[in-house]
């Protein structure tokens, strides 16, 4: 199992705009392509408690992260759903992305 970290800093006020594009639209287009979260988190505590969502993916390997995300990002749903919650700008300044191996000794393998 591969995990993908995501971690998204919102643009100033906009973090319940971005969770509520999630909760209402993205998590249902994933289930379309087969995307499966791990989590989803806000930050309580930290450097950006006030506009950061971290989630985690998983997937069976990197070729099937590569055709279901790119699926995902083709999906004129999708498409369609990014450019109207965004049609009064953009949600996100930026997104830290890494792909992870769990250790022989992680309890999450």
């Known amino acids: ?16 705009a971005l969770l509520a594009r ?9 289930e379309k392509h087969g995307i499966r979260q791990a989590g ?13 969502l971290t989630y985690l993916l998983a997937w069976d390997s990197l070729a099937e992260r590569e055709e ?3 699926a995902f990002l083709a999906d004129p749903e999708w498409i369609a759903t990014k450019a109207e919650t965004e049609k ?10 890494e792909l992870l191996a769990p250790t022989a000794f992680s309890s999450v393998k």
Do not use: C, K
């Open 1 to 16: 199992m591969i995990y993908e970290l995501r971690i998204y800093h919102a643009m100033p006020g906009r973090l319940p």
């Open 88 to 97: 009064d700008g953009p949600l996100v300044q930026n997104i830290r992305n």
């Open 22 to 30: 999630f909760e209402n639209h993205t998590l249902r287009i994933w």
């Open 68 to 70: 279901y995300w790119s």
């Open 40 to 52: 989803f988190w806000t930050t309580l505590i930290g450097e950006s408690e006030s506009n950061q």
